[in-house]
């Protein structure tokens, strides 16, 4: 357990750092990452050449892991995500990673899931909802 958690924290820093700190030592040859908002890439050049782009556009400012979760073949990890894009726009959200290791743990499969949050209740003033007129988050 403690290689694989290695393994999403090193992913984690190289975002941190703009870095690519061994990308294909630890996404299999035909990995499958899934972006929570739609994205997908296959192959580790796909994920590598993404990683490589995106950072040209835009900068992580933070990316905690807030705990992990262990069973079999998979993990799970819950953490905090916030962006700078180069045109001002800053993102932050709640996430989660779903990993699916090899036999080598070396990660074959990567899902994100992203919660809004800027969480209220619709509830508050009464038994019918009054949701915020704002933009829904593209996750």
């Known amino acids: 357990m403690d290689q694989r958690e290695k393994i999403i924290r090193l992913w984690f820093t190289m975002w941190l750092q703009k870095k690519d700190l061994g990308i294909e030592d630890i996404f299999s040859a035909d990995v499958l990452y899934i972006e929570s908002w739609g994205p997908r890439y ?14 040209t556009r835009g900068t992580v400012l933070q990316w905690d892991i807030k705990q992990y979760f262990h069973k079999g073949d998979q993990t799970i990890a819950e953490w905090y995500f916030k962006n700078k894009m180069d045109d001002g726009r800053v993102e932050a959200f709640d996430g989660m990673t779903l990993v699916k290791w090899t036999t080598e743990d070396t990660i074959c499969f990567l899902q994100e899931f992203g919660c809004n949050e800027h969480r ?3 509830y508050q003033d009464g ?7 704002e933009r829904t988050m593209w996750f």
């Open 120 to 122: 209220y209740d619709p």
């Open 42 to 55: 296959r192959g580790v050049a796909k994920v590598k050449h993404w990683f490589e782009e995106w950072n």
């Open 127 to 133: 038994p019918v909802p009054r949701f915020r007129d």
